[in-house]
């Protein structure tokens, strides 16, 4: 079976990557610098010169790129050609302020496509799969990229889109769907659905599960794959960089080999914005190596993880991100301690509890509050009241040992809590409505 999309891209040496990396950053440089006036006055304003960029080792004294920029420059400020040679363009859902619009050369589709192709061969997928997308298709960009990804492979793709979950049930029933791509919050739902059909695991064919889009735990994955009876892979991208498939899981499901070939990573303390050494935390920077149209360097991507080069069993040389925890901007400040929403996600499912949660922020009297409400799977469900606070009491100590604060935690009935069919919206900080 075939192992790698592109071999030897795939595998190459420390040393290949490095070189492929070097020539395109120095072509790449002097493509901006020619081409978007934004990122020259940026440039200019550092002193940096094109020829200043010799190597990735240079790549420190280029300025960075941030979501501000973005807006400031929308829409065509950033754009690496003339409109002209653009094929498509792809939106992020951003709820506030303006949208990111980002474009596309036809070459820029291609080497996208082609990396959601690595993604899928990487979970096991080859000519015979079916591969069924309910990502949204549109201007978000999961629907097009693993739909890109799937025909390179040369897949049968089922253009599901999101939603109509009864009718995602029957075709992957019907059609033999044996690879499922999806938000993982949205394959929880479609496990849920199948049991409540009376589906069990082993009744469909589904083999793989490329989810992504979002942050998801390692419970969580547990318990989609016991829900679909699949492996789980992980997929992470952004509009800015293409969309998915700047990062995917390969058989060890241990953190996420990058594109090397096309996508430069740092990892910078989002304070101060050094370069911290591998294996730190931090927050995840990309510079798109060949990419025309939609050319960022150095871009902040506000997305939180580490890099690690150990050796993958794969086979697979390049670099690898660790699951990132959520944005630097998700991080929710309560009673001035960090909390991210995946640490309630991880406490929740290791108690044996639903991922159905939402989290609800607030400041009563000066002081922030913290409000968990957690859905009970059907035989959770209890009447007796005695019951259900004795239960939400060891829920709390146990959030108060992974967060440091205690939150206040609500079992409420089955079915209560909306299901995503997208990116789930997990939290509501209603303080931002009284600031
Ligand atoms: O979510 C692209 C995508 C589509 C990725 C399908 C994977 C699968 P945006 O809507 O621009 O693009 O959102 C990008 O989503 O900066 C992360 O914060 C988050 N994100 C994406 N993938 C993951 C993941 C798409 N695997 C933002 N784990 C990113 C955690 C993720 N967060």
Redesign the pocket.
């Known amino acids: 079976m075939k192992q790698y999309f592109q071999q030897e891209i795939e595998t190459a040496s420390r040393e290949e990557i490095l070189e492929i990396q070097n020539k395109k950053l120095v072509k790449q440089v002097r493509h901006v610098y020619d081409n978007v006036p934004y990122y020259k006055k940026l440039m200019d304003e550092k002193g940096v010169k094109p020829e200043d960029i010799q190597s990735v080792e240079d790549i420190r004294k280029l300025p960075f790129l941030s979501k501000a920029d973005l807006r400031e420059a929308y829409p065509y400020g950033l754009l690496g050609t003339d409109i002209k040679n653009c094929v498509r363009i792809h939106s ?2 951003g709820t506030t302020g303006k949208r ?1 619009v980002a474009f596309y050369t036809q070459h820029d589709i291609d080497l996208w496509y082609e990396c959601c192709a690595r993604a899928i061969v990487a979970a096991g997928g080859n000519e015979d799969d079916v591969v069924q997308v309910c ?1 949204g298709y549109g201007l ?3 629907g097009a ?2 739909d890109g990804g799937s025909h390179k492979v040369g897949c049968l793709t089922l253009p599901m889109s999101s939603g109509s979950t009864d009718r995602q049930i029957q075709f992957m029933m019907d059609l033999n769907a044996t690879i499922l791509c999806c ?1 993982p919050s949205y394959a929880a739902y479609i496990g849920e659905t199948l049991a409540e059909k009376g589906y069990k695991p082993e009744d469909n064919k589904l083999k793989a599960g490329i ?6 735990t390692e419970e969580m994955r547990q318990s989609i794959q016991k829900s679909l009876g699949i492996k789980a892979y ?7 960089t293409s ?2 498939g700047v990062a995917f899981e390969c058989c060890e499901q241990s953190g ?1 080999h990058i594109n090397e070939d096309h996508f430069y990573a740092e990892i910078i303390d989002p304070e101060t914005g050094e370069v911290l050494p591998e294996g730190s935390k931090g927050e995840l920077v990309f510079t798109a190596l060949d990419k025309e149209a939609f050319p960022l360097l150095r871009y902040r ?3 939180i993880c580490v890099l690690s080069r150990k050796e993958c069993s794969c086979g697979r040389t390049h670099v690898k991100m660790t ?2 925890m ?2 630097s901007d ?1 991080m929710l400040i309560i009673r001035g301690v960090n909390v991210f929403p995946s640490q309630i996600e991880t406490v929740l499912l290791n108690e044996g509890y639903t991922p159905n949660y939402q989290i609800l922020v607030d400041r009563m009297n000066n002081t922030d509050t913290l409000d968990i409400n957690v859905e009970l799977a059907p035989e959770q469900f209890s009447d007796k009241v005695a019951d259900i606070q004795r239960r939400e009491k060891s829920l709390e100590v146990a959030m108060r040992g992974m967060l440091g604060i205690g939150p206040k935690v609500h079992l409420v009935a089955p079915k209560s809590i909306v299901r995503s069919e997208g ?1 789930a919206v997990r939290v509501i900080d209603k303080r931002k409505l009284h600031d």
């Open positions: 992020t859902s990111v990502y978000f960009t999961g990229g693993l938000t989810f992504g889009a979002e942050p998801w992980d997929i992470y991208g952004l509009t800015e969309g998915p996420m991507t506000r997305d699951k990132p959520g944005r998700d990116k």
